[in-house]
């Protein structure tokens, strides 16, 4: 078996629940200094949420107006986030372990995600899980796409942090996750990542 063959099964499969950092090396500025939650990753692509930029202004409760949903006892009101360009009006919620439902999907010991209209109102009402994120749309890779990605050094893999990824505000949070690989964000240069 080559070097090359047992770094990419390395990759493969092992990325559900991590964080992806956007490097310079990215070329697509939608995607400079993101941090994206990594939701799935195995032999038929990925699927992640950006998880530190906002979409525009909406809230939860411009969100559920939009729905058509009751506003009346709103208790709870957050931003919502651009989870990636792809199915946009598509939301999902990414939550602390503390709140189940029958859609919920465990990704990690501290994470779960949920996409169902019934946890936004448990939000809005004061209830649902302790930390979240509200995401519309999501970013998606095809079968080894990620992979060639994270080989030309778009991307930097690290461990999810529920502290950033729920409380750390938005514009630190790719700053803090670079910080917490121990690396500098000022210590980047364009050879990053080359062997």
């Known amino acids: 078996m080559t070097e090359e063959t047992t770094l990419k099964q390395d990759l493969s499969g092992y990325l559900t629940g991590q964080f992806l950092l956007a490097t310079p090396h990215m070329p697509d500025p939608r995607f400079e200094k993101v941090v994206i939650y990594i939701c799935g990753h195995d032999s038929n692509g990925a699927m992640g949420l950006v998880i530190n930029k906002h979409l525009g202004d909406l809230t939860l409760k411009g969100l559920l107006e939009y729905l058509n949903l009751s506003q009346d006892s709103i208790k709870r009101d957050l931003p919502i986030y651009f989870g ?69 050094n778009r991307w930097i ?33 364009e050879e990053i990542g080359q062997a």
């Not at 199915?87 to 999902?92: E, I, K, L, S, V």
């Not at 461990?159 to 690396?183: S, Y």
């Open 84 to 152: 990636g360009p792809v199915d946009t009006g598509r939301g999902f919620v990414l939550h602390s372990n503390d709140f189940v439902h029958p859609g919920t999907v465990p990704l990690g010991e501290h994470i779960s995600l949920t996409a169902t209209v019934d946890v936004l109102q448990a939000i809005a009402e004061g209830g649902g899980p302790k930390d979240c994120l509200l995401v519309m749309g999501y970013i998606g890779w095809g079968p080894g796409q990620l992979d060639s990605e994270l080989h030309s």
């Open 157 to 189: 893999q690290a461990e999810a942090d529920p502290e950033i990824l729920f409380h750390v505000p938005i514009g630190k949070k790719w700053e803090m996750a670079i910080t917490k690989l121990g690396v500098s964000p000022d210590a980047f240069s």
